[in-house]
């Protein structure tokens, strides 16, 4: 009988990179001191992902999606729904979501600062969700989450509704808050209430105390919302239903919880996790080790700091992100090593020389103390080229951990 | 952000091949002297491709369909419309085309010569032209233009046309012309259009001046047209309606400018350009710099040569066009080597030991100064197997190329 391991994905983000003149030709990868990931390469089994396609550079959103296993053509719901399930909301099927963030307008509808000053304490943004959050327009509920700064997560929530509808955000301040217009008549009714409610949330943000507050203290009021990556909740099968799976996101970004959500992973929370390099990298293996103990069947581990230092074209703190994750996978392999198949890799690749996710693809590792091993020796996009998994596509991903890992049942007799 | 580039494919017809005894069994590629293939290939991403998919052996048309990120399945139209395109016709969505022969019937429509002694001068072509061209039968309108020897290209033009018709060409001299029959209920019109027009054009061809100077002069009268390769052109998406960018062709055949105008392409004249040994590679190399340095985001460069000499079973000759071809691959470079993304391929074997199209993949070089090499040190069909772009297909070429060169756009956010 085949054991029944945890699977384990861990997606260092923007993770893929090109040859850095400074590093003398080496990618971050190559660089970084990673005695864990290489002695997981040598001991595993390596290749070259390509996370959409050959030449498509993905989004994180949609590549998420491919490396759990769907294919965004038919699942990608755009951004919102996402934004909204990792903000806390509870988006469900046939829900129209969107980000959202606090503006300020005079009475005229004119923006004069598309971020209403930028920072929020808590408090604030719980006064503004109070007058928001369900919110009745027609047969339609709105639902409505502050996440952090200027920013939230709205749903609309109610029959027929549809995301394809034009932008309510001018762009520019100076400019009237534009109406919301249906792209087809199916979207006529979402285009007729989000045009309602935008003028109803004004008429009760402009009055708050906290509004007065802020404008004693010189800050701009929040007197509306702009909305931005509408997107409908689509009716995807969850991994339970796939797989059979018991399933859990550890990370810190609330996109990524929330597409993990999407289809269906729980959310474990860990003290100090955040989308920075300042997460806790120790507490995230402690909680990874305790879910592997507790019989989670898989778990996707995200560390957002690879991006975030490739956004900034700072291979130096990419390269500490790198080792970073490294060592945290030595804590969980010193512990677990016998009971998980494991996964390494990235969403898509954002080189330090660019700033920007590019097409290249990324380097795998997969890796199972059982696992039949390939002739390569390091992690990196170098050696993984030469690795025993060739090419492969992000959507087969998670197909393999799982088939590794015995939840996949045999297909025939 | 990523920087655009020109993305350039550059295509030796049959340039795939299998190893020569007269060679110590290395192919003509390895055996050829080709310095700057070499260094691309060092410098770049190597891979075997599988054009069509493994196992098929490409046509000519289908294979640059699919280098063209078309899938041939459902965009190929037959031969006809792409040599009609490529021999300056308009043929246009829902138009049928042919190749055409000028041939020799006798009063009962018995064919004397196929080919109708398959010489004829440019005069002679246009006295045909003038009356087949823009003759009408019933709603159907007939295009024809003469290309070289005794062939030429027909349109026609007119409502609910069919490509599902039987030949009309008897295949053999002696044999009368065959009446063109319908193979569906929807092709029934199309194939009494053709019996119709086959007639007339047979009538106004007889009498004709130029075929009493072909008689005195000893050769047979042209006096009807053989038609074969008949296609609907289809209707398919532009590369400017599919990735928003301008694009071009320099070949010198026919089937090739034909095939890229299907798509979209614009045909950049090259002065001496042909489809042979003889073409004038110097000047393909400066209109590619040229169309790169006027802005084009994509071109696809064609030589026949290399194909010509594999049909001809001449190592000799076809190790000297790819050296002529690596030469001018190195004038490209020395002038725009940092804006470019190039990839280089064949649309399909022609081993000269078979003097045929085969199923084996050929090499795939895909090089641009940022890009992430691999270890493999020399372009050839042996040393591409061990590159990181391992087994590809054919219809993936164009995304890499333009994903690269920053021509597609982010998939999700």
Chains 1, 2 share one sequence.
């Not at 001191?33 to 040598?42: G, I, R, Y």
């Not at 050959?54 to 998420?64: K, L, R, V």
């Not at 509920?141 to 996440?147: A, E, G, M, R, S």
């Not at 935008?198 to 708050?208: A, D, P, Q, S, T």
Request: glycine share 10%.
């Amino acid at each position: 009988m085949t054991e029944k391991r945890a699977a384990i994905l861990l997606v260092m983000d923007g993770g893929g990179d090109r040859g850095v003149k400074d590093l003398d030709g080496q990618t971050p990868f190559q660089a970084a001191h990673t005695p864990n990931l290489d002695s997981l390469a040598k001991s595993g089994q390596n290749g070259l992902l390509d996370v959409i396609g050959p030449g498509i550079t993905p989004g994180s959103d949609t590549a998420h999606l491919a490396l759990f296993g769907y294919d965004p053509a038919s699942t990608y719901p755009g951004r919102g729904p996402l934004e909204a399930l990792g903000a806390g909301l509870d988006s469900r099927p046939g829900d129209v979501a969107f980000r959202s963030n606090f503006a300020t307008v005079n009475d005229d509808m004119v923006v004069l600062d598309r971020r209403a000053g930028r920072d929020f304490t808590e408090e604030e943004g719980k006064a503004f969700k109070e007058v928001i959050d369900k919110l009745t327009i027609e047969d339609v509920t709105v639902h409505f989450t502050h996440t952090v700064e200027h920013r939230g997560a709205l749903i609309l929530r109610g029959p027929n509704l549809s995301a394809d509808i034009t932008d309510i955000d001018p762009h520019e301040t100076g400019e009237k808050i534009l109406t919301c217009e249906a792209e087809n008549e199916e979207a006529e009714k979402t285009a007729r209430i989000i045009n309602k409610m935008i003028e109803e949330v004004h008429n009760r943000m402009k009055g708050l105390k906290v509004n007065q507050e802020r404008e004693e203290r010189g800050l701009p009021p929040a007197n509306v919302l702009l909305l931005r990556g509408p997107g409908k909740h689509q009716n995807v099968s969850t991994l339970q239903n796939r797989f059979g799976i018991r399933s859990a996101v550890i990370a810190g970004g609330a996109l990524y919880i929330g597409t993990a959500k999407y289809v269906g992973m729980e959310h474990l929370p860990v003290d100090g996790q955040t989308g920075t390099i300042e997460t806790n990298f120790t507490n995230i293996a402690k909680k990874t080790i305790e879910a592997v103990e507790t019989g989670f069947d898989y778990l996707f581990l995200h560390i957002k700091a690879t991006d975030n230092a490739s956004h900034d074209m700072n291979y130096e703190e990419k390269i500490l992100a790198i080792e970073k994750t490294d060592e945290m996978i030595g804590r969980i392999l010193e512990r677990v090593s016998d009971k998980i198949v494991i996964g390494i890799t990235g969403d898509h690749t954002t080189p330090v020389t660019v700033g920007d996710h590019t097409c290249d693809p990324v380097p795998l590792t997969i890796w199972a103390d059982f696992i039949r091993s390939d002739d390569v020796e390091h992690f990196s996009e170098f050696h993984a080229a030469n690795g025993s998994l060739h090419g492969i596509r992000g959507k087969d991903v998670m197909n393999l951990l799982l088939g590794y890992a015995g939840h996949i049942e045999k297909y025939g007799a």
